[in-house]
């Protein structure tokens, strides 16, 4: 297998990085144009959808990695309650911090709720 030429490989990529963010300051105006013209028509604007999925995403990958944080900090406390059971309140305070990652993801879609 042919080895690949980092420098030429990096160089590609920031031409295509570039040419994608050149597209996307360039056409913010027509998009903006476009949305306002179809709000006044009694459309929905197509930024409200990009909010909608970013809402969506914020609270769905929170909650998947506040799972993930109290899987292995559950597993891990009780494994340390089996050897010391008088940690046990030192230890649920790690999963409740665990678990603020979900709410925190929660407040951030709610936040980009409101702004729609």
């Known amino acids: 297998m042919k080895p690949i030429n980092v420098p ?15 597209w996307y300051l360039l056409s913010g105006p027509a998009l903006a144009a476009t949305d306002a013209a179809d709000a006044a028509a009694g459309g929905v604007a197509e930024h409200a959808g990009w909010a909608m999925i970013g809402a969506a995403l914020s609270a769905g990958l929170a909650a998947l990695g506040a799972a993930y944080a ?47």
């Open 8 to 22: 030429v490989a990096g160089f590609i990529l920031w031409n295509i990085v570039l040419a994608l963010g050149a």
């Open 70 to 116: 109290v899987a292995v900090v559950g597993s891990a406390a009780v494994g340390s309650m089996t050897e010391k059971p008088e940690l046990m309140g030192r230890l649920l305070i790690f999963v409740g911090l665990a678990e603020g990652i979900a709410i925190y993801g929660l407040i951030v879609a709610v936040l980009i709720l409101n702004t729609v």
